[in-house]
Every structure is written in C-alpha cells, then in structure tokens.
Nanobody, 123 residues
Framework: QVQLQESGGGSVQAGGSLRLSCTVS????????MAWFREAPGKEIETVAT???????FYAESVKGRFTISRDNAKKTLYLQMTSLKLEDAATYYC?????????????????WGKGTQVTVFS
C-alpha cells in the first residue's frame, strides 16, 4: 500500500514563502499523476497543482505564477513551492496521487491521499 506523508506546513506572514513536501512510501513519484489540493474552512476542496509523469503541470488560476509543483524521483518526494503567499492561501494542503494513470486528467478522483499539512497566513 502506497502512503503519502506531507510536511512543511506552518505559519507565515503574507508575502512570504513555504515549501511543502510529500514523501511517497513506495514507487517513484515520476511514474503517475500527482497533485496538491487544499481545503479551507467552509470551502470546497480545490486542486492547486498537478504534475504528470511527462512533467506536464497544471495550476489553479489563483496560484499561477506564485506556486511551483515539482518532484525529485530519487527522493520519492513531491514538492509545492509557494511564494507571495496571500491570506486566502491559508488551508490544509493535501498531497494526492492517481496510481492508475501517468497523465493527470482534470476532475478524475485521486486514489491515494496524505493526511494533510496546515498552512496559516497572517497579515
């Protein structure tokens, strides 16, 4: 069973940066679709960014130009570099994977999830 473990969350002032990490217990992170989601209190969970096995990426409009998704296959780790953080970026961030496909498909449910890491942004 593949397990995902997020880390790197914390509290940061608006305008600051954080890097989230997601380590995978098995397999390379480069062979299937992986993604970051976030869920803020009272809001629906939303896709933040995805990365396919061919390195094709997708970003939500709200984070485009500020967030970068990447991976290190050797370390079996997925990253989310977040810069110019805004108050509205505060949420619980989840790492997820779709182990059945190599190219991410918008709207397709992910089959493996981490437990999440909290990001707080203060003014």
């Amino acid at each position: 069973q593949v397990q995902l473990q997020e880390s790197g969350g914390g509290s940061v002032q608006a305008g600051g940066s954080l890097r989230l990490s997601c380590t995978v217990s098995r397999h390379s992170v480069g062979t299937y679709c992986m993604a970051w989601f976030r869920e803020a209190p009272g809001k629906e969970i939303e896709t933040v960014a995805t990365i396919s096995s061919d390195s094709t990426t997708f970003y939500a409009e709200s984070v485009k130009g500020r967030f970068t998704i990447s991976r290190d296959n050797a370390k079996k780790t997925l990253y989310l570099q977040m810069t110019s953080l805004k108050l509205e970026d505060a949420a619980t961030y989840y790492c997820a994977a779709d182990l059945l496909i190599s190219r991410c498909i918008p709207g397709r449910p992910m089959d493996t999830w981490g437990k999440g890491t909290q990001v707080t942004v203060f003014s």
